[in-house]
């Protein structure tokens, strides 16, 4: 069993069953599946986000793994990948309470407690007019340079999302929001993976899934190229030349995703 508690839950479920204490937290509830489910707390007027992961059977495992999916088995993957995160300067959410109990990953209990990040909005959000209203062009500029870098620490430091896309930037607006001065976080990392180095295949389908999700953005080949320069750390030309091959798989990629978002109106 792995059990880390910070405040207010270490002192609020003192002497009690975090495993039971936090079957007992009640919200507004974003999903509920059979083995797993998410719901917006609040403790001590302060609001959390509750991930409670219950297994999903040796069924459900043996069918990803057939499909070529990597299973998400508990709260242990997000929070890794949180803890990575942190450690190299890519903003994220703060954990304050994690729990796992049992050995079998079909049937294992597990949850994760993290801090609500208000006020926010979601980069999709944010630049959802950018075609009809273009946004000044420093802090269109400033927006791609933040979100390559945080992009480009990730993979290199061996985390990969699986969900990556702009509505997972969440851009903080407790104060104004300009060219150089904002802050965005990354959050949905359930599906995360967190080892020494990041596969090609895992950091080229991120990849892919961020630019599908920026395609009715209105960004311009300039734009892209900023992103690419910024992400790779190196010059555009030697970019064009050495990764010649994923810019053809990113183009086609998110062309499929975007022709299997129109065709099922918009479920991927």
Same mark, same amino acid.
């Given at each position: 069993?792995?059990?880390?508690?910070?405040?207010?839950?270490?002192?609020?479920?003192?002497?009690?069953?975090?495993?039971?204490?936090?079957?007992?937290?009640?919200?507004?509830?974003?999903?509920? !599946?059979?083995?797993?489910? *998410?719901?917006? *707390?609040?403790?001590?007027?302060?609001? #959390?986000?509750?991930?409670?992961?219950?297994?999903?059977?040796?069924?459900?495992?043996?069918?990803?793994?057939?499909?070529?999916?990597?299973?998400?088995? $508990?709260? $242990?993957?997000?929070?890794?990948?949180?803890?990575? !995160?942190?450690?190299?300067?890519?903003?994220?959410?703060?954990?304050? &309470? #994690?729990?796992?109990?049992?050995?079998?990953?079909?049937? /294992?209990?597990?949850?994760?407690? *993290?801090?609500?990040?208000?006020?926010?909005?979601?980069?999709?959000?944010?630049? &959802?007019?950018?075609?009809? /209203?273009?946004?000044?062009?420093?802090?269109?500029?400033?927006?791609?340079?933040?979100?390559?870098?945080?992009?480009?620490?990730?993979?290199?430091?061996?985390?990969?999302?699986?969900?990556?896309?702009?509505?997972?930037?969440?851009?903080?607006?407790?104060?104004?929001?300009? &060219?150089?001065?904002?802050?965005?976080? !990354?959050?949905? !990392?359930?599906?995360?993976?967190?080892?020494?180095?990041?596969?090609?295949?895992?950091?080229?389908?991120?990849?892919?899934?961020? #630019?599908?999700?920026?395609?009715?953005?209105?960004?311009?080949?300039?734009?892209?190229?900023?992103?690419?320069?910024?992400?790779? /750390?190196?010059? %555009?030309?030697?970019?064009?030349?050495?990764? &010649?091959?994923?810019? %053809?798989?990113?183009?086609?990629?998110?062309?499929?995703?975007? $022709?299997?978002?129109?065709? #099922?109106?918009?479920?991927?």
């Amino acid at each position: 069993m792995r059990l880390i508690l910070s405040e207010p839950f270490k002192s609020l479920w003192h002497g009690k069953d975090p495993f039971v204490e936090v079957e007992r937290l009640d919200g507004q509830v974003y999903r509920e !599946l059979e083995g797993r489910r *998410t719901l917006r *707390t609040e403790v001590e007027g302060r609001g #959390y986000f509750v991930k409670i992961h219950r297994g999903i059977g040796w069924g459900e495992i043996t069918k990803n793994l057939l499909t070529a999916k990597a299973p998400v088995l $508990g709260a $242990g993957q997000e929070w890794r990948a949180i803890q990575r !995160l942190h450690e190299v300067g890519v903003p994220t959410m703060t954990a304050v &309470a #994690y729990g796992e109990r049992g050995s079998n990953p079909a049937t /294992q209990h597990s949850f994760i407690i *993290t801090e609500e990040l208000a006020p926010t909005v979601s980069l999709e959000d944010f630049t &959802a007019n950018w075609r009809e /209203q273009p946004p000044a062009p420093l802090l269109k500029r400033a927006l791609i340079a933040e979100v390559a870098r945080m992009a480009g620490t990730m993979h290199r430091t061996g985390v990969n999302h699986r969900d990556f896309y702009i509505c997972h930037f969440l851009l903080h607006t407790d104060k104004p929001v300009t &060219a150089s001065d904002f802050r965005l976080s !990354l959050i949905d !990392l359930h599906r995360a993976q967190a080892r020494s180095q990041t596969p090609r295949r895992w950091r080229n389908k991120d990849l892919a899934g961020l #630019y599908f999700s920026a395609l009715e953005i209105g960004l311009t080949r300039g734009d892209k190229l900023r992103f690419l320069r910024d992400y790779f /750390q190196q010059p %555009v030309r030697e970019i064009l030349h050495e990764e &010649a091959s994923l810019l %053809v798989w990113l183009q086609r990629r998110a062309e499929k995703l975007q $022709g299997r978002k129109q065709r #099922y109106g918009g479920a991927l």
